[in-house]
């Protein structure tokens, strides 16, 4: 009788081409000296905004590629695209993140010598995105204050595979009565030495530390 579990071999398969495939990807950011950051969130909290607040303080000083992951539209992409950067949008269909082939097929669709500075923006939700390398230097996860307390308890794996997490829309804290410094302390629970950047994207708050962080 045999009782081979087939769903982890074909999982573990896809975890070491995808892990291949974000080696490659890092060896051509390395080779042209790209910094190259993956922002992941949940739907809303801010990823776009965040990546637009970043290209108005950044693209005069660098050349940057905004990589858009989505389902469907390029909404996100045009957003960023209106600051002068340039955009490669890829639409997934049905996958809820973006790993790193697809990653590959948009640099090589592109480029990629001429920028300095790529922006991924992921799919949105706070689940998935963490499982995938891109081979990228950071992967940044961003919560933001409209989400709700509960946000970095319900999702501690996410955190753990992060290099460092954004606290976006701190503006609106007060109005929602919402404790910042308590879903900080929820971060530093799963990972005490991780940076946490309070950040409103909106008004410019925090972006300086961030930017510095990124070495940009
Ligand atoms: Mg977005
Ligand atoms: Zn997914």
Same mark, same amino acid.
């Given at each position: 009788?045999?009782?081979?579990?087939?769903?982890?071999?074909?999982?573990?398969? +896809? $975890?070491?081409?995808?892990?291949?495939?974000?080696?490659?990807?890092?060896?051509? $950011?390395?080779?042209?000296? =790209?910094?190259?950051?993956?922002?992941?969130?949940?739907?809303?909290?801010?990823?776009?905004?965040?990546?637009?607040?970043?290209?108005?303080?950044?693209?005069?000083?660098?050349? =940057?590629?905004? =990589?858009?992951?989505?389902?469907?539209?390029? =909404?996100?992409?045009?957003?960023?695209?209106?600051?002068?950067?340039?955009?490669?949008?890829?639409?997934?269909?049905?996958?809820?993140?973006?790993?790193?082939?697809?990653?590959?097929?948009?640099?090589?669709?592109?480029?990629?010598?001429?920028?300095?500075?790529?922006?991924?923006?992921?799919?949105? %939700?706070?689940?998935?995105?963490?499982?995938?390398? +891109?081979?990228?230097?950071?992967?940044?996860?961003?919560?933001?204050?409209?989400?709700?307390?509960?946000?970095?308890?319900?999702?501690?794996?996410?955190?753990?595979?992060?290099?460092?997490?954004?606290?976006?829309?701190?503006?609106?804290?007060?109005?929602?009565? $919402?404790?910042?410094?308590?879903?900080?302390?929820?971060?530093?629970?799963?990972?005490? %030495?991780?940076?946490?950047?309070?950040?409103?994207?909106?008004?410019?708050?925090?972006?300086?530390?961030?930017?510095?962080?990124?070495? +940009?």
């Amino acid at each position: 009788m045999s009782e081979k579990t087939v769903s982890i071999d074909i999982k573990k398969d +896809l $975890f070491g081409a995808n892990e291949e495939a974000a080696s490659k990807n890092a060896e051509v $950011f390395k080779k042209h000296g =790209i910094v190259a950051i993956d922002i992941m969130g949940s739907v809303g909290t801010g990823k776009t905004q965040l990546i637009e607040a970043l290209c108005e303080r950044l693209s005069e000083k660098y050349p =940057i590629l905004m =990589i858009a992951g989505d389902l469907a539209t390029r =909404i996100d992409a045009d957003r960023v695209g209106s600051h002068g950067v340039d955009t490669v949008q890829i639409n997934t269909g049905t996958a809820c993140h973006l790993d790193a082939r697809m990653i590959r097929v948009a640099i090589d669709d592109t480029d990629i010598s001429k920028y300095k500075v790529v922006f991924i923006e992921n799919v949105g %939700n706070l689940i998935c995105p963490a499982g995938y390398s +891109l081979g990228v230097g950071k992967k940044v996860v961003v919560v933001s204050v409209t989400e709700g307390p509960y946000m970095i308890r319900k999702h501690p794996l996410t955190i753990k595979r992060s290099d460092m997490v954004v606290i976006n829309k701190i503006d609106l804290a007060e109005v929602l009565d $919402f404790d910042v410094d308590a879903l900080e302390r929820d971060i530093r629970e799963v990972d005490a %030495n991780l940076p946490v950047f309070k950040v409103s994207s909106k008004i410019g708050t925090g972006l300086d530390k961030l930017i510095e962080y990124l070495g +940009l």
